[in-house]
Structure formats: structure tokens, C-alpha cells
Nanobody, 117 residues
Framework: QVQLVESGGDLVQPGGSLRLSCAASGIIFRLKTMGWYRQAPGKQRELVASITSSGRTNYADSVKGRFTISRDNAKSTLYLQMNSLKPEDTAVYYC???????????WGQGSQVTVSS
């Protein structure tokens, strides 16, 4: 069964940092462009960062310079280092292939990130 399991979310103060992890099943992980998406209450899910199989990265303007996406193909794991967190970063964070329409995985349970003082 192919699946994605996100972890690492927490409650953090503004300006703080968190590191999210996403464990993927299936050897296809290393071949896929992967991304971190987020969905805030009342908003649509959005892609915030992506990384190709060779390591090329891309970021949404809202997180550029603060978030860093990386991957370990040997461990089939995707990471998101989040620094200088803002209240507007509060959301459930999901990982999946990019674009989602080409993904072999359904959505995981996500990881809740709450930025609040």
C-alpha cells in the first residue's frame, strides 16, 4: 500500500522554527517531483515548496527565504525546514507529488502547524 505520513508539526511562537518530515512508501519516490502543500482554515490547499528528483527547488513567494525543502531518496523521506514562522503560516501541511494529478499517493493525514503567541 502506497502512503505518505507527515510528522513534526507543533505549536510554535512567531519567529520560531519547525522541521516537518514526510515518509513515503514505494520506490517511485526517488523518481517524483515532490512538494509540500498547506491548507489553512477556510482556504484552498496551496503548494508552498517543491523539489525535483535531482534536487532543484522552487518556493511560493510567501515562504521564499524562510522555508527550505529537501529530500533523502535513500530513505524515501521529504523534509521542510521552516524558519521565521509567522501566524499566517498556520495550516495543516501535507506532502505529495507535484502535480498532484500525477501522484501515485492519496493525501495523508497532514501535520498541524500553529504559529501563535
Amino acid at each position: 500500500q502506497v502512503q505518505l505520513v507527515e510528522s513534526g508539526g507543533d505549536l510554535v511562537q512567531p519567529g520560531g522554527s519547525l522541521r516537518l518530515s514526510c515518509a513515503a512508501s514505494g520506490i517511485i519516490f526517488r523518481l517524483k517531483t515532490m512538494g509540500w502543500y498547506r491548507q489553512a482554515p477556510g482556504k484552498q490547499r496551496e503548494l508552498v515548496a517543491s523539489i525535483t528528483s535531482s534536487g532543484r527547488t522552487n518556493y511560493a513567494d510567501s515562504v521564499k527565504g524562510r522555508f527550505t525543502i529537501s529530500r533523502d531518496n535513500a530513505k524515501s523521506t521529504l523534509y521542510l525546514q521552516m524558519n521565521s514562522l509567522k501566524p499566517e503560516d498556520t495550516a495543516v501541511y501535507y506532502c505529495n507529488a507535484v502535480p498532484y494529478a500525477m501522484s501515485p499517493w492519496t493525501w495523508g493525514q497532514g501535520s498541524q502547524v500553529t504559529v501563535s503567541s
